[in-house]
């Protein structure tokens, strides 16, 4: 077997068992495939192993491999901070963006989205730790950006994404995923019919699946770490 494919079967394991000390199915847990900064071959390479989602970060790294994989009916996933004058490029050749994180960005998105695809499926980032530097939507702001969200036609609002304050401490890391969970159950209290918890990462994936993820994106732990 080759590294990728080992390490892919190892995060699968890793999924399966977090959900199994969390009673939930592991069927309910999607996993996100981070290929930044990897190439091609080896998004082929996990592909081939039977994974369909993948996520990039940035745009034109983003577009040079997405033509090399045209053969592929990958799903892709844009999940670095969005810029706006990037946001035709990401509406056109993305199935999800999960980093929204203020109107202007969704109004720019949903306009370029084009016709004959369907709707561009979202995720509002928000900011769990509150540092300065991270981005990402208020837990208090959240409700007014989701409610501006609903009124475009060419954005499907999912859920919400976090990237959490790093930590090895384990319960910090629920602590943080456990805010994104409540204020997901809140909106949907409000009408909100979100199903997407995009939450956990390489380090961390147990503590997210633990508080409810259902797409983890994981990098490293497939592809290797990053120089
Ligand atoms: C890079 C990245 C990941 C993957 O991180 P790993 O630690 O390599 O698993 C997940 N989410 C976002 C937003 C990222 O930028």
Redesign the pocket.
């Known amino acids: 077997m080759t590294t990728i494919s080992t390490r892919l079967q190892v995060v699968k394991n890793r999924i399966t068992a977090a959900a199994g000390s969390s009673n939930r199915s592991s069927d309910d847990i999607q996993l996100l495939a ?1 290929s ?1 900064t990897w190439p091609a071959e080896a998004i082929r390479e996990a592909y081939q192993q039977g994974q369909r989602l993948f ?1 990039e ?1 940035y745009v034109q790294e983003a577009l040079a491999k997405m033509r090399q994989l045209s053969d592929l009916p990958i799903e892709w996933h844009f ?2 901070p969005i810029q706006s004058n990037k946001t035709q490029q990401i509406a056109r050749q993305f199935s999800w963006v ?1 980093g929204i994180d203020r109107p202007n960005i969704a109004l720019r998105l949903n306009d370029a989205r084009p016709q004959n695809l369907p709707p561009l499926q979202a995720c509002l980032q928000v900011n769990i730790s509150g540092e300065a530097s991270k981005h990402g939507v208020s837990v208090d702001d959240a409700p007014a950006l989701a409610k501006y969200i609903a009124t475009l036609q060419n954005i499907r609002l999912r859920g919400l994404m976090a ?1 959490p304050k790093l930590t090895s401490d384990y319960q910090l890391q629920r602590q943080q995923y456990k805010m994104l969970r409540d204020l997901m159950l809140q909106l949907n209290a409000q009408g909100f019919e979100l199903d997407t918890l995009s939450a956990g ?3 961390d994936l147990e503590a997210a699946i633990a508080e409810g993820a259902t797409l983890v ?5 497939i592809f290797g770490n ?1 120089y």
């Open positions: 981070v930044k996520a970060n999940i670095g999960h990237i990462m390489s380090q994106r994981v990098g490293s732990s990053r």
